[in-house]
């Protein structure tokens, strides 16, 4: 049985709460001789600021890159708000996305039957949602140059930030969409503006030769940015794949994740491309939610898509599909039963801590 | 009695259908020697297009520069989709944004108790909603330079957008949040994205600075542009003002108005500054919705959004505060009288069409 080397950077906040639940699957995994995993540990974000000044060592980085999967927990909180701008906590999660090639970023949004109640959508709207969104991790105004505050003199500064799109990383993405699309319900939304931004045009453009050329089996549909928002907000379900660039997908998957009504539960995966030689890909896998400092150390932490992160990266990095499905199985069947933590409890469910919660779905596996 | 000169610029789709409404208004009120209004009518976006091969004419931006408003329909539809980028629809509008320097759009949200049950969120969650959305309209990176698509050979292009914001846009459009917080619930949220964007940097420090010196009698909340999003569709309630950048205004502002369940029914005003000697400042009022070529020439269109936008012209530019809430009480006796446009209908509501509605309202009035 091959060796799966993670690298597991639990973070800030709750991060180190959620963290430990997936440990215990690894654990478990390993002691039952399912799967053999080789875990180390790292810091990010404000506690790596807080042991090295820095948002993520070297060291680090050198084992993220080390990796065959990088499990990261979640960032930051009100007591870095005044570090420097290079060393915020979030600098250490956008220098692994950059530097190990992560491009792409898959956030399925997710409405579980036994959670329909819990979004602020009316049931009907949201029931048996099941969208994916392919989000460009590694461009975009994330990463493009410059990005500057210049002082202008006169008390004015000007600050400029740079959206830069080139056709092939448009093309890899779009792939991306389009391969996810063909294995759920064959039709990918690719949302840009392309009637503001240059960027939009060729993101348009691009999107549509790859589907011409590459994937005419495909449906392939474009809307504008801030209608596709509205339309997720008013009918969801009419989507299966969302492609977007980078910073309109942290705004459109943050708002996708809140249809569910269930933040706590939604995981993501961020995958490099594939190296022709080894086949393998870099990746990282980190629940969609944050690292809520108001809740942090007091049990009451979600782990379900933390471990449902685990999940995708049983799936997308070790190929093992059918252990993914138990886990997501696992993890619908504790819900069934009715155990809720804080953030998803409603009348007559049963309370559960974050580890309670961790240990049923230990169980149920 | 002081006469006003308006540019109607009714544009395409359903844009000349809701324009027409709003003539009648404005002649009744003529009539009546309520008030004197002038009109002239002018082409813009696909329409501007068919007839002058351009999206505006100087001609039309001359009487635009002129007038003491403009009153905007809608823009675009797939018939100009193939047009050059620099002739497209939405070029017209974004020209008349730039040139009359309206940098402060104001979008207020707001659920009309007949209509809560239209929206896709739960009626608990939308019931009573009154949020204002002011969004910077004539930076970041709608107009920042470069915009280019450049060629790079081996059938590689690079698109890049420019997001740039100086110190004294950040502080004026905060100004108009605060000043209108003031005669709201005294809550302003400024939305950017701090730990990615340096813009998002300098707009927290500015609006920040501004708040400290000019208006510590007003609340000022800072929440990331993504997690905003989020909350607008959680707990849209928390919210009074939100002050927010130009593309992440065209966002949440169309996710905002998703949630009231009745995009047909919410206006916006286009605000410059108001200069030192005439105490003047130029304006433009259009309908949130777009031009829906779908249902354009069948006189079903939703007037009201178009009437309001004319009743906010009404409160901002012409400082007929009361006659502006007589609008709105029209429209809303109206809808409590249970008469709909199709975008509304519900068990139990009476049909109307474009012209009945605006009928109705005049009668109302
Ligand atoms: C933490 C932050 C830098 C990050 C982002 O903006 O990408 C987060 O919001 C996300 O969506 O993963
Ligand atoms: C038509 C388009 C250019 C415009 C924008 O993006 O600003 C519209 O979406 C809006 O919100 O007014």
């Known amino acids: 049985m091959a060796t799966h080397k993670l690298l597991l950077l639990p973070g800030d906040g709750i991060g180190p709460e959620v963290m430990a639940e997936v440990q215990r699957v690894i654990d478990w995994l390993n002691a039952q001789g399912i799967a053999k995993f080789e875990t180390e540990q790292g810091l990010v974000g404000g506690s790596a600021y807080d042991a090295h000044k820095v948002s993520i060592s070297e060291g680090d980085m050198a084992k993220a890159t080390a990796a065959d999967a990088v499990i990261f927990g979640a960032v930051g909180g009100p007591k870095w708000d005044n570090v420097p701008y290079e060393v915020r906590p979030e600098a250490g999660l956008l220098r692994l996305r950059k530097d190990l090639g992560l491009f792409a970023n898959l956030r399925p949004a997710v409405c579980y039957p036994a959670l329909a109640e ?40 000007r600050a400029v930030d740079t959206q830069v799109y080139d056709t092939y990383e448009i093309e890899r993405i779009g792939r991306v969409a389009f391969d996810l699309a063909r294995k759920r319900r064959n039709k990918v939304t690719s949302m840009e503006k392309r009637n503001v931004m240059k960027s939009g045009v060729l993101w348009n453009e691009v999107m549509t030769q790859v589907h011409a050329r590459e994937y005419k089996d495909v449906t392939l549909e474009h809307q504008l940015a801030d209608s596709g928002g509205m339309n997720l907000v008013k009918a969801p379900k009419q989507f299966d794949v969302i492609v977007t660039d980078n910073l309109f997908g942290d705004m459109l998957s943050d708002i996708a994740a809140m249809l569910t009504g269930s933040l706590g539960m939604l995981p993501s995966a961020s995958l490099g491309e594939v190296d022709a030689k080894t086949k393998k890909r870099r990746s990282l896998f980190e629940p969609v939610h944050g690292s809520a400092p108001d809740i942090a150390g007091r049990g009451l932490a979600n782990p379900i898509a933390m471990i449902s992160s685990f999940g995708m990266a049983l799936r997308y990095s070790f190929d093992m599909g059918e252990l993914a499905d138990k886990v997501d199985a696992a993890i619908a069947a504790v819900l069934a039963s009715g155990l809720r933590t804080a953030d998803i409890k409603s009348e007559g469910t049963t309370a559960a801590s974050t580890s309670q919660m961790g240990e049923a779905i230990l169980k149920e596996l």
């Open 118 to 157: 819990a979004s602020s959508l009316k049931r009907d709207v949201v029931e048996g949602l099941d969208i994916m969104i392919v989000r460009e991790l590694t461009g975009g105004v994330y990463f493009g140059e410059p990005k500057t505050i210049t002082d202008l003199g006169n008390g004015q500064k």
